[in-house]
């Protein structure tokens, strides 16, 4: 079945650049979600990519993937504190389908 | 523009009760989800309706009913909680044919004693 993969830790300082990481199963993925939790909230969509792109930028986050390795990542420019937060990626196969979940990475920034 | 409303936002149950969790779009989306998220387990599906008139079963369905009352609103109901069933409740909805944004409500903190 299908599966998402991250990392469950990220520390950085403020001003450094974040990278979080995910990898999936499905090769037949065609959205592919980035998703931000903050405590006691709700999940705010970020950003979501087509599986025939390879990069898409807006603003601070950059997403890329690598279709052939299965592997997403999110890179945010000048991390603040306040983007301390979970951080779900997520995979669905059509407009029309589930999206499927990794388990979150918690992001960590420090002053 | 409301978007992903839940009612309520937090419950405490006795084990054995039943409710209704409530969730509405205001977006004209054709599909809506059910969604627990437990620590360390990250989101789970439990429910999902595709389309107005279909819903169908995710990955723990089980102790869970749904009914897609309309477009616009999807119940979760739980007719015998149990403690395993403590848990965040999210619900989600996608326009899906033009559209493949995901959005989600603010959750349900559901506690069973």
């Known amino acids: 079945g299908e599966d998402v993969e991250q990392s469950l830790f990220l520390s950085v300082r403020e001003g450094d650049s974040s990278v979080i990481n995910c990898t999936y199963t499905?090769?037949?993925?065609?959205?592919l979600y980035w998703y931000k939790q903050e405590p006691g909230a709700g999940l705010q969509l970020l950003t979501y990519?087509?599986?025939?792109?390879d990069m898409k930028q807006d603003q601070r986050l950059t997403v890329l993937l690598n279709k052939k390795d299965k592997h997403l990542s999110l890179r945010i420019a000048d991390t603040q504190t306040g983007d301390s937060a979970i951080y779900f990626c997520a995979e669905s196969y059509s407009g029309y389908s589930t999206l499927t979940f990794g388990k979150g990475t918690m992001l960590l920034v420090s002053p | 523009n409301a978007g992903v409303t839940q009612t309520p936002k937090f419950q405490v149950l006795k084990t054995g009760q039943s409710m209704t969790l409530q969730c509405a779009q205001d977006?004209?989306?054709?599909?809506m989800y059910w969604y627990r998220q437990d620590p360390g387990m990250g989101l789970r599906l439990i429910y999902y309706?595709?389309?107005?008139?279909?819903?169908d079963k995710g990955e723990v369905p089980n102790g869970y009913n749904v009914s897609r009352l309309n477009k616009r609103e999807f119940s979760l109901r739980l007719e015998s909680a149990a403690p395993s069933q403590t848990s965040v409740y999210f619900c989600?909805?996608?326009?899906?044919?033009?559209?493949?944004?995901?959005?989600f409500g603010q959750g349900t903190r559901l506690t069973v004693v």
């Open positions: 309706s595709a389309s107005e008139g279909t819903t």
């Open positions: 499905d090769s037949s993925s065609t959205y």
């Open positions: 990519i087509f599986s025939n792109m």
């Open positions: 977006m004209n989306h054709n599909s």
């Open positions: 989600a909805s996608r326009e899906g044919l033009r559209n493949a944004e995901a959005f």
